[in-house]
Structures are given as structure tokens and as C-alpha cells.
């Protein structure tokens, strides 16, 4: 635990020995790491070394991570001289990138500097949320289960096994959600080398990373001129006389990555720890449907493969968990370390399919809490709907054990889940 943060530079190398490597291993892809509970029990603001090799602390304990998020004292002022960088790549990652750079994001789903906070994002927040409103969202419910039928169909006509991401994860939100901005269908195939490389912590070069933020950029400057020539009915062309050209650009370009990535890797997520012990969790949905809107959100709660947490730049000292945070420290969340805390859930280990109230975190808290949630629990739940009508006897290929966790990206996930019938 620690009393004061270092940032980056060679200088700090020494102070950095010994502190644990993060993100922490998962035993397992669906196991979370032992170091979540032994943290929140003994040491619940951590000194960590993040990939860049700066350090920060973590914060494990639900009350902890919840209070933070909704701080107006922990911003998202991460491009800071003194911040920590989150990725091993020279610009630090998406969080360290000014969000009027190239290809810049300050987080997955609230672009441009100017709506960090205050006025800006609120406005900000009044103008996009008008369109992830629950009646607006229940709306798309049967164009999604339309969706999902046809992917399960063509699924099911290229046979057993199939790999569960490429074939409805990864598709079904990416439609959705060029859908919902109006992004032309023949592009679709285009955003999942853009966002891997914007999320990226460890697996990308740099130059990797400018040539794919410099072309997604330019598409999204393209399509944004397209839309304010000539409006369509579409989110982009709906925001286009209440925003800039380059406000316009950012938020295209952050809900495509938070669209393509977060809800694609959660659907395989999901059905995978439904699937693990596929008699307790699986069965009991066949048996009882309506149990589906509760098993989301206790699959959002039980991800134990979330990815790096949602850091923040801390504006002026403050005290977390009794320890003293000076302003300028880097601070990362766990919220699904918060999300096993005992303290907060009863069972908190166990996955309870019909576990009510579910205050969960997966979506964040406070003002800065995903502005596309209800969006992503009616995707979870209508694929989760479809499949269980259509495939009742779908089971993993293989053993839970084996799946392996995607790495060296911001954002969770499993490589491949394996599916037959």
C-alpha cells in the first residue's frame, strides 16, 4: 500500500522493483486472479506497475471503486505531464492519447476533450444518450433477434463446431451499432483491426498503431462531411447540428469501439460461464426463460475476465480506504474486483442466476457510467433469448478450463469458444 505515486520515467525504475505486474493473470479464463481477494482483505489500495513500466494503485474493494467512479476529484485527465501511462506503446495508450490527437479517445465511449467533465459532458451525455434511452433501445429489440436468427441460421448451415465470436459475438453488436450510426453495411468488416489497435496495451507496434488511428480517423472525417451534406436517419446525421465536425468524428469513432469490442467479447464471455457448468446455469434457463434479464446482469457482475479497469488521474488529494492519494497519482478501478467483493454481494463468488438487486459495476457509476449500457443488456439478452429457443442443446467444445483469455488489450475476452449441438 502507499501513501504517494510514482509516474514515468527512467528514475523511477528502482522504486518500481518488486511491485506486481498489471493487469494480474487469470488462472483460467473464466477463474478471477487470487490477487483480487488477498488485495481487497489485506491491502485494498495497491501499488501496481502497469505495461509501460509506470507505476499506480488499484483500488479492489467495491465501496472503494464505486466511490471513485463517481468523484468529480478522480478525472480522466490522463494525458497529464504526471500521469501513468496504462500501454507499453510510446503514446502510453488510448487513455494517454489527447483526445484532439489523431485517432484519440479519452475512454471507449466519451470522446474530445472539452466533455472530460462539467458542462461539456453533459451536454455531451444529454445529446448522445437521446438515442440509448430504454424506449429507444427496446425498439431495436425485435431488428436484433431478426439478426440474430440469420446468424444462428447461417451458424448452424456451416456446422459443428463454430467458434461463437466470429460467428455471433463479434457480428451482431458491430451491426447494430453502424446500424445505429449509419455507417454503410459494406463497411462493417473494417472496424476490428481499428479498435484492436486503439485498445491496445502490449500487442501492437506503435507505427501499427498511428497508421490504423490515421485511417480510422480519415473514414470517420469522410463519413462525418457525408452525413452533414447529406443527413440520413441516423445517430451521426441526427447530432450533426448540435455538434462539431471534429465532436462528430470522436463520438463516431468511440461508440463504434465501444459497440464492437465490449458487448462482441461479453456475448462469448457470457456463454461460456453459462455453458461451464452447463447442468446448474444453462438447464435452469431452458427450464426458465424469464430468468434471462437477471442472468446478464449476474454474467456482467461474475466476468472475471474484464480486462485493465478504468483508470483515473487523480486532481487533488484525497484519502481512499484510509490512504492518503496526492494529487497527480494514477489511480485504476477494478470494478470486477468489486464485483466479487463479499462485502457488497452475498455469495459474491457464486454465480445466481436469479440474484436481485444486482448493483453491479461492469458499466461503471456516477457521470461517467457507459453511456450505451441499456443498449448492451438488450443485445446480451436477445442473443441469450434466441439461442436458448433455437440451439437448447448447445454445450462447449472441450473443457471451461482450457479457453484461453485474449491478451495485451485494454478490453477482456476469449480467443475462441467453441460451441456444438
Known amino acids: 500500500m502507499a501513501d504517494d505515486s510514482a509516474h514515468a520515467g527512467d528514475d523511477q525504475a528502482a522504486v518500481l522493483a518488486g511491485l506486481p505486474p498489471y493487469p494480474f493473470p487469470n488462472p483460467t479464463a473464466l477463474e478471477p486472479p487470487p490477487e483480487w481477494a488477498r488485495l481487497r482483505s489485506q491491502c485494498p489500495v495497491a501499488r501496481i506497475e502497469l505495461a509501460s513500466g509506470d507505476e499506480a494503485l488499484l483500488l479492489t474493494r467495491y465501496d472503494d471503486v464505486r466511490a471513485m467512479l463517481?468523484?468529480?476529484?478522480?478525472?480522466?485527465?490522463?494525458?497529464?505531464?504526471?500521469?501513468?501511462?496504462?500501454?507499453?506503446?510510446?503514446?502510453?495508450?488510448?487513455?494517454?492519447?489527447?483526445?484532439?490527437?489523431?485517432?484519440?479517445?479519452?475512454?471507449?465511449?466519451?470522446?474530445?476533450?472539452?466533455?472530460?467533465?462539467?458542462?461539456?459532458?453533459?451536454?455531451?451525455?444529454?445529446?448522445?444518450?437521446?438515442?440509448?434511452?430504454?424506449?429507444?433501445?427496446?425498439?431495436?429489440?425485435?431488428?436484433?433477434?431478426?439478426?440474430?436468427?440469420?446468424?444462428i441460421t447461417d451458424m448452424v448451415a456451416a456446422g459443428a463446431p463454430a467458434n461463437l465470436g466470429p460467428a455471433l459475438g463479434f457480428p451482431l453488436p458491430v451491426f447494430v451499432i453502424c446500424d445505429l450510426l449509419g455507417v454503410p453495411r459494406?463497411?462493417?468488416g473494417r472496424f476490428a483491426?481499428?479498435?484492436?489497435?486503439?485498445?491496445?496495451?502490449?500487442?501492437f507496434t506503435q507505427d501499427e498503431i498511428d497508421r490504423s488511428g490515421r485511417e480510422f480517423h480519415q473514414y470517420m472525417t469522410e463519413l462525418v462531411a457525408t452525413k452533414r451534406a447529406e443527413p440520413g436517419d441516423d445517430l451521426l446525421s441526427d447530432l450533426a447540428a448540435d455538434?462539431?465536425?471534429?465532436?462528430?468524428?470522436?463520438?463516431?469513432?468511440?461508440?463504434?469501439?465501444?459497440?464492437?469490442?465490449?458487448?462482441?467479447?461479453?456475448?462469448?464471455?457470457?456463454?461460456?460461464?453459462?455453458?461451464?457448468?452447463?447442468?446448474?446455469?444453462?438447464?435452469?434457463?431452458?427450464?426458465?426463460?424469464?430468468?434471462?434479464?437477471?442472468?446478464?446482469?449476474e454474467a456482467l457482475r461474475f466476468d472475471a475476465n474484464p480486462g485493465f479497469g478504468m483508470p483515473?488521474?487523480?486532481?487533488?488529494?484525497?484519502?481512499?480506504?484510509?490512504?492518503?492519494l496526492p494529487r497527480g497519482?494514477?489511480?485504476?478501478?477494478?470494478?470486477?474486483?468489486?464485483?466479487?467483493?463479499?462485502?457488497a454481494f452475498d455469495g459474491a463468488d457464486a454465480m445466481d442466476l436469479a440474484r436481485r438487486p444486482n448493483p453491479h459495476l461492469a458499466f461503471g457509476a456516477g457521470?461517467?457510467?457507459?453511456?450505451?449500457?441499456?443498449?448492451?443488456?438488450?443485445?446480451?439478452?436477445?442473443?441469450?433469448?434466441?439461442?436458448?429457443?433455437?440451439?437448447?442443446?448447445?454445450?462447449?467444445?472441450?473443457?471451461?478450463?482450457?479457453?484461453?483469455?485474449?491478451?495485451?488489450?485494454?478490453?477482456?475476452?476469449?480467443d475462441r469458444v467453441l460451441v456444438r449441438w
Open 70 to 151: 463517481s468523484d468529480p476529484r478522480f478525472t480522466r485527465q490522463l494525458d497529464a505531464a504526471d500521469a501513468s501511462r496504462v500501454s507499453a506503446s510510446d503514446d502510453g495508450g488510448v487513455f494517454s492519447r489527447p483526445s484532439s490527437s489523431t485517432g484519440g479517445a479519452a475512454d471507449a465511449d466519451e470522446p474530445e476533450a472539452s466533455m472530460l467533465g462539467g458542462p461539456g459532458h453533459r451536454r455531451w451525455r444529454r445529446l448522445v444518450g437521446k438515442a440509448f434511452t430504454v424506449k429507444r433501445v427496446q425498439a431495436l429489440r425485435p431488428g436484433m433477434a431478426e439478426l440474430a436468427e440469420q446468424l
Open 186 to 188: 459494406a463497411d462493417r
Open 193 to 203: 483491426h481499428w479498435s484492436d489497435t486503439m485498445l491496445n496495451m502490449t500487442r
Open 243 to 297: 455538434m462539431t465536425a471534429t465532436e462528430l468524428v470522436m463520438t463516431g469513432q468511440g461508440l463504434l469501439i465501444a459497440g464492437h469490442e465490449t458487448t462482441a467479447n461479453m456475448i462469448g464471455k457470457m456463454l461460456a460461464m453459462l455453458l461451464a457448468d452447463r447442468e446448474h446455469r444453462w438447464e435452469r434457463l431452458l427450464a426458465d426463460p424469464s430468468l434471462v434479464p437477471s442472468a446478464v446482469e
Open 312 to 324: 483515473r488521474y487523480v486532481s487533488e488529494e484525497t484519502v481512499v480506504g484510509g490512504t492518503t
Open 329 to 343: 497519482t494514477t489511480v485504476v478501478c477494478s470494478m470486477a474486483s468489486g464485483n466479487r467483493d463479499t462485502g
Open 367 to 414: 457521470p461517467h457510467s457507459c453511456v450505451g449500457q441499456q443498449l448492451a443488456r438488450v443485445e446480451l439478452q436477445t442473443v441469450l433469448d434466441v439461442l436458448l429457443r433455437r440451439l437448447p442443446t448447445l454445450e462447449l467444445v472441450g473443457d471451461a478450463a482450457d479457453l484461453r483469455a485474449r491478451q495485451g488489450l485494454i478490453v477482456g475476452g476469449i
